[in-house]
């Protein structure tokens, strides 16, 4: 028996995910929304909170804030509440509303960031704010994603001790994860180099991202992608890149759905089609292990990827300006 739901991080379930088209694939799923608040961000929200509070980092007294675009604040605010600490958490109008009331309900003070900043996102704008409340506050831990080495250290502790441990005969030849914020692939990278060399780790990044180097444009999933790209993925291991458009993911959420009893988030359906993409013209004569990190469940997309109008609208926001763009070529 455990004291508080909060404290059952991690030792998630692994699947095998069958690929008809390649019987030499042995996919297997993390599905990190078995997590306690639905996602892999308790990993480190989990681990961040322990180890301040454990060195003094911080106190009682001490006010948490983070940007974040939903699953981070949610489970910052679980976290930060348990150990009767103020949070701010700063998000933006893309945030899904599920998770906003997520994060209210914990308690959390919540600023939301509306103006888009120079790339059409607002992830600039939230860093700022979050910059802004630091200089007029005394007491204050900026918890930074984006840069806290605390973040990787988390996954490599427990995210990638897992799944080198898990992997099958204990042949690990393809990882595969989205990336955001960065420090799930970061830590986990770290862990899986060390133990698996040989392994090729695939990072899966969204169009409209511009976290390795390509050009950005309006993105409507969150949980993957970036108007950045975060300077803790200078520590990441990262072999291969491999590029999904947000059309693909809605198609692959689906799939997961109807063809594995998955109700899965954004990024897994961004994942899940890169494996598909990545090994659809390759030869695959003998037996291949690929691991994937599926990061937060469906519910939360339940009033976008999941529903028919939603998708309609992106779909036709993607046609128009693909047209556009053909035509100013």
Known sequence: MINNILNKVGNTPLIPLKIQESPNLNVFAKLEFYNPTGSVKDRAACYIMN???NERVINKNTTIIESSSGNFGVALSAYARMHGLKFICVIDKNTLPVNEMLIRLQGAEVICITE?????????????KVREIIDNTDNIYWVNQ??????AQA????????ICLEIPRQKLDYLFMGVSSGGT??????????????ATIVAVDVEGSVIFGREASKRFIPG?????????????????????SEKDTITSCRELLEKHNLYAGGSAGSVYQAVK???????????????????DRGERYISTIYNDDWCRM???YVERNHSKASVSV
């Open 116 to 128: 888009p900043d120079e790339f059409g996102g607002y992830l600039m704008n939230r860093l700022k």
């Open 314 to 316: 992106v779909q036709e």
């Open 155 to 162: 996954y490599y502790n427990s995210l990638g001790k897992e």
């Open 277 to 295: 993409q990545y090994f659809q013209n390759k030869a695959i004569n003998n037996p291949v292990n690929v691991m994937c990190v599926f990061a």
């Open 224 to 244: 993957i992608g970036s108007s950045i790209r975060p300077k803790i993925l200078d520590d990441a291991f990262i072999d291969e890149i491999e590029f999904v």
């Open 51 to 53: 180890r301040l509070l």
């Open 185 to 198: 692939i970061t830590g986990v990278s770290q862990m899986v180099k060390r133990k698996h060399p040989e």
């Open 146 to 151: 984006y840069g806290n080495p605390l973040n």
